[in-house]
């Protein structure tokens, strides 16, 4: 069985810097596409970032592009995602996901991951 946990967010300053985990079980993370999502109160769950399995490449959301860093370890089968320079449009709740992709992560939404982490609130405020 497919899971995933995700660590604990946190309430961050702005301008404070915070670092997700999501570790993997029941799988190998390398083979997979994986991604980093959010949902703020009364919105859709948007894509953060995402890591294709075929090259690896790395995409980025363009609220977050310069501030936030996503990364895979492949001998501990956890993913991160690094996040720097928080503002308040960033609280929401973060979720990490899991999938076998065969096109690049851009092409597929949210609701085409069929693995997911438990879901951990970040909050940005002073």
């Known amino acids: 069985q497919l899971h995933l946990v995700e660590s604990r967010g946190g309430l961050v300053q702005p301008g404070g810097s915070l670092r997700l985990s999501c570790a993997a079980s029941?799988?190998?993370?390398?083979?997979?596409?994986i991604g980093w999502f959010r949902q703020a109160p009364g919105k859709e769950r948007e894509r953060v970032s995402c890591i294709s399995s075929h090259d690896g490449s790395t995409y980025y959301a363009e609220s977050v592009k310069g501030r936030f860093t996503m990364s895979r370890d492949n001998a501990k089968n956890t993913m991160y995602l690094q996040m720097n320079s928080l503002k308040p449009e960033d609280t929401a709740v973060y979720y990490c996901?899991?999938?076998?992709?065969?096109?690049?992560?851009?092409?597929?939404?949210?609701?085409?991951?069929?693995?997911w982490g438990q879901g951990t609130q970040v909050t940005v405020s002073s």
């Open positions: 996901a899991a999938d076998r992709l065969a096109l690049s992560c851009v092409y597929y939404e949210y609701y085409e991951y069929n693995s």
């Open positions: 029941g799988f190998s993370l390398s083979g997979y596409a």
